[in-house]
T-cell receptor, first 112, second 113 residues
């Protein structure tokens, strides 16, 4: 059974800092890994999708990497802004029913 | 471009009442999913569908039923609501199973008293 862990559970940084969010998964046989952002009381917004054959994906100030052999993915946020404050979730897709298995998220606070 | 739309956004039910949550997507996606999100538990898959007319059980299906009569709609039913079903429910869809993004609705906050 796939298990996804996100560390740390919460992170507080000053504005302008570069930061890394971590995601680890137990079953390396994933098809892809997706990073989401969730604002309080809102739905999930897709940020980046990394296919199993890819090593990384970039979108603006965000860069996500995937290392299947070690069961790890990271989300790098450059030059953080207060508007980046949210919960970040990673989810791996795999298994016989191709379902997404989610981590419990990292609550990021960027202080002005 | 609406994406994934959930109805209603909020609801309060009494124990034993029934209700249906509606999910509609306008992206011609084959795959649709219902998740629940609870504090400390993360998102857990309730039921999913791999195409019109199909449904399958996820991790936590007990107490819920689903139907996918039309490709664009996926309904989640609670026949006899229980306080343990108090949660935020999210619907998601994706074009394929493997190499495609999943898109989520804005959620339905359900309270069962």
């Amino acid at each position: 059974k796939q298990e996804v862990t996100q560390i740390p559970a919460a992170l507080s940084v000053p504005e302008g800092e570069n930061l890394v969010l971590n995601c680890s998964f137990t079953d390396s046989a994933i098809y892809n890994l997706q990073w989401f952002r969730q604002d309080p009381g809102k739905g999930l917004t897709s940020l980046l999708l990394i296919q199993s054959s890819q090593r990384e994906q970039t979108s603006g100030r965000l860069n996500a990497s995937l290392d299947k052999s070690s069961g790890r993915s990271t989300l790098y946020i450059a030059a953080s802004q207060p508007g980046d404050s949210a919960t970040y979730l990673c989810a791996g897709r795999g298994g016989s029913n191709y379902k997404l298995t989610f981590g419990k998220g990292t609550l990021l606070t960027v202080n002005p | 471009n609406a994406g994934v739309t959930q109805t209603p956004k909020f609801r309060v039910l009494k124990t034993g009442q029934s209700m249906t949550l509606l999910c509609a997507q306008d992206m011609n996606h084959e795959y649709m999913y219902w998740y629940r999100q609870d504090p400390g538990m993360g998102l857990r898959l309730i039921h999913y569908s791999v195409g019109e007319g199909t449904t399958a059980k996820g991790e936590v299906p007990d107490g819920y039923n689903v139907s996918r009569l039309k490709k664009q709609n996926f309904l989640l039913g609670l026949e006899s609501a229980a306080p343990s079903q108090t949660s935020v429910y999210f619907c998601a869809s994706s074009y394929g199973q493997v190499n495609t993004e999943a898109f989520f609705g804005q959620g339905t906050r359900l309270t069962v008293v």
